[in-house]
């Protein structure tokens, strides 16, 4: 079956970096496109970035553009998301999402999540 | 940007009724609008997409629908495990930005 798990999040300081991981299995993942999508406490949904099935094609949101970077690893069935000069704003649980299709709409499978907190 | 907005904010009903919970774009998205539904402390689950699409393993039960600025998402008899919050979601033409709506709480007298 469809697995995706998320690693990487913790309690890190406002300004440094962090690289998040997302495992993928049960899915041919190097034909998908996938998401990063995140949550603060207590709060709705906010979609982060896409990377296209074969990694040549990247978007973000507006919010975190110039400070985040998505990347894959279709050998390894790895989603990755690495976040700079991380802000309080910033703290949130993480997603990673399989695309529905091939046209880039849809959010079809989601990982359990990893907590990121920005805290000194 | 499109703004989705969605009403009502929560939603307390009992067992066996029916839930009406609606989706507003600021402008035309066609059909082109999902509806999640996220338990407490679990990711979001994908029950409609292109308005009116059950997802994979979806109950019967739930169903969407509209066009344009207007859509809904009917749970015809509400079960206590439907408890949860509901997000609408759309994707901009060009660039692809997807936007949620601020979400729908079901709660069950």
């Known amino acids: 079956q469809v697995q995706l798990v998320e690693s990487g999040g913790g309690v890190v300081q406002p300004g440094r970096s962090l690289r998040l991981s997302c495992a993928a299995s049960?899915?041919?993942?190097?034909?998908?496109?996938m998401h990063w999508v995140r949550q603060a406490p207590g709060k709705g949904l906010e979609w982060v970035a896409v990377?296209?099935?074969?990694?040549?094609?990247?978007y973000y949101a507006d919010s975190v553009k110039g400070r985040c970077t998505v990347s894959r690893d279709n050998s390894n069935n790895t989603l990755y998301l690495q976040v700079t000069s991380l802000k309080t704003e910033d703290t949130a649980t993480y997603f990673c999402?399989?695309?529905?299709?091939?046209?880039?709409?849809?959010?079809?499978?989601w990982g359990q999540g990893t907590l990121v907190a920005v805290s000194s | 940007e499109i703004v989705l907005t969605q009403s009502p904010a929560t939603l307390s009903l009992s067992p066996g009724e029916r839930a009406t919970l609606s989706c507003r774009a600021s402008?035309?998205?066609?059909?082109?609008l999902a509806w999640y539904q996220q338990k407490p402390g679990q990711a979001p689950r994908l029950l409609i997409y292109?308005?009116?699409d059950r997802a994979t393993g979806v109950p019967a039960r739930f169903s969407g629908s509209g066009s344009g600025t207007d859509f809904t998402l009917t749970i015809s008899s509400l079960e206590p495990e439907d408890v949860a919050v509901y997000y609408c979601?759309?994707?901009?033409?060009?660039?692809?930005?997807?936007?949620f709506g601020p979400g729908t709480k079901v709660d069950i007298k």
């Open positions: 979601q759309h994707r901009s033409n060009w660039p692809p930005l997807f936007t």
């Open positions: 292109d308005a009116s």
């Open positions: 990377i296209s099935y074969d990694g040549s094609d990247k």
């Open positions: 999402a399989r695309d529905l299709g091939s046209s880039w709409y849809y959010f079809d499978r």
């Open positions: 049960g899915f041919t993942f190097s034909s998908y496109a």
């Open positions: 402008q035309s998205v066609y059909s082109y």
